[in-house]
């Protein structure tokens, strides 16, 4: 059963895999049954004909507008809008990373393998958020590095630039970016926003993040991530002490997004550290349901934490 909903939705980007936030007022079309979800490709293809066509040495900025921008999906013409992309950059980004936009040859065959995992990766987030609400899926090529997520009014975009090494995990980052939909759909727009204003830390920031991840991790049962998730788990005492002083600084630091100091710690720790409060909290709970549903609605980050326990193992 479809349902539209008119909200203010923050915008999940993901550069790589996911980023920092931006603000719109969209009107989304939801569905509470997963298996009506559309996976559309055809801005792929269109522009995989693109390419072809770049070899025979044409124009590229006609060939780039004519054959992919002129024929853009909805979710294409949205992120075109809202990225306010030219074909400028997109004979920029070909010119400079050729080798890469070359190797999407293979990514329809690809995305099609990965269909019947991402279905039963929604089927499964179903379980265990009964009232989960889902969103169509346009894949499509755009000019930036590294893949891209974000939720528009017409579906949720992923944007690839290159054949990502961990495509297989796709169904990984389509469940994280949904469930980030349930928590603003549980605590309205409003709340949710907040952790990008007056509620803004690095525990606000890890613990959103991190809820993401491990309702992910709970569902779908693999990791974004993976060399993160592994590093934290052998080092979490040492990091929990560093974290901890740092956990109420309104800058994440390289605990989120930025590349961090230490060219030996991988990035992303506080999506690991948030996790692992999430797990603490859910294995403590006799009520499953309800620790998910617990975790959705989070508004007080730091009574979250302590509820959790998870401080208390160190």
């Given at each position: 059963?479809k349902?539209?909903f008119r909200i203010?939705?923050a915008?999940?980007?993901?550069?790589a895999?996911?980023g920092p936030?931006?603000?719109?007022?969209?009107d989304?079309?939801?569905?509470?049954d997963?298996?009506?979800i559309?996976?559309?490709d055809?801005d792929?293809?269109n522009?995989?004909r693109?390419?072809?066509k770049?070899?025979?040495?044409?124009?590229?900025?006609?060939?780039i507008?004519?054959?992919?921008?002129?024929k853009?999906?909805?979710?294409l013409k949205?992120f075109i809008?809202?990225?306010?992309v030219?074909?400028?950059?997109?004979i920029?980004?070909?010119?400079e990373r050729k080798?890469?936009y070359?190797?999407l040859i293979?990514?329809?065959k690809?995305l099609?393998?990965?269909?019947?995992?991402?279905?039963?990766?929604?089927?499964?987030?179903?379980?265990i958020?009964?009232?989960?609400?889902?969103?169509h899926?346009y894949?499509?090529?755009g000019p930036?590095?590294?893949?891209?997520?974000?939720?528009?009014?017409?579906?949720?975009?992923?944007?690839m630039s290159e054949?990502?090494?961990?495509?297989e995990?796709?169904?990984?980052?389509l469940?994280?970016?949904t469930i980030?939909?349930?928590?603003?759909?549980?605590?309205g727009m409003?709340?949710?926003?907040a952790i990008?204003?007056?509620?803004?830390s690095l525990?606000?920031?890890?613990i959103?993040e991190?809820?993401?991840?491990?309702?992910?991790?709970l569902?779908a049962g693999g990791h974004?991530?993976?060399?993160?998730?592994d590093?934290c788990?052998?080092?979490e005492?040492r990091?929990w002490?560093?974290?901890q002083?740092?956990?109420n600084?309104?800058n994440p630091?390289d605990w989120m997004w930025?590349k961090p100091a230490?060219?030996e710690?991988?990035?992303?720790l506080?999506?690991?550290i948030?996790a692992?409060?999430?797990?603490a909290y859910?294995n403590?709970m006799?009520?499953?349901?309800?620790?998910?549903?617990d975790?959705?609605?989070?508004?007080d980050?730091?009574?979250f934490?302590k509820?959790?326990?998870?401080?208390d193992?160190?």
């Amino acid at each position: 059963m479809k349902k539209c909903f008119r909200i203010s939705v923050a915008l999940i980007m993901a550069v790589a895999f996911f980023g920092p936030y931006l603000q719109t007022q969209l009107d989304l079309e939801l569905t509470d049954d997963p298996a009506e979800i559309r996976l559309i490709d055809d801005d792929v293809k269109n522009f995989l004909r693109a390419m072809d066509k770049l070899k025979a040495k044409g124009d590229w900025a006609e060939v780039i507008q004519t054959e992919y921008m002129d024929k853009a999906s909805p979710g294409l013409k949205e992120f075109i809008r809202e990225k306010g992309v030219k074909v400028e950059d997109f004979i920029e980004a070909i010119k400079e990373r050729k080798e890469a936009y070359d190797s999407l040859i293979d990514l329809p065959k690809q995305l099609a393998r990965q269909e019947k995992k991402i279905r039963e990766a929604f089927a499964e987030l179903k379980k265990i958020i009964p009232n989960a609400m889902f969103m169509h899926v346009y894949y499509l090529v755009g000019p930036n590095p590294g893949s891209l997520g974000e939720p528009s009014e017409y579906g949720l975009m992923i944007s690839m630039s290159e054949l990502d090494k961990d495509i297989e995990n796709i169904h990984l980052l389509l469940v994280h970016e949904t469930i980030h939909v349930q928590q603003a759909l549980t605590i309205g727009m409003e709340e949710f926003q907040a952790i990008f204003g007056p509620k803004m830390s690095l525990l606000a920031l890890s613990i959103r993040e991190g809820t993401a991840y491990f309702l992910t991790l709970l569902s779908a049962g693999g990791h974004t991530h993976k060399e993160s998730w592994d590093y934290c788990v052998q080092n979490e005492k040492r990091l929990w002490q560093r974290f901890q002083v740092e956990m109420n600084d309104r800058n994440p630091g390289d605990w989120m997004w930025g590349k961090p100091a230490d060219p030996e710690q991988p990035p992303h720790l506080g999506y690991i550290i948030g996790a692992r409060i999430a797990e603490a909290y859910y294995n403590r709970m006799e009520n499953k349901e309800k620790a998910v549903q617990d975790i959705l609605a989070i508004t007080d980050y730091k009574e979250f934490l302590k509820k959790s326990g998870y401080q208390d193992k160190f």
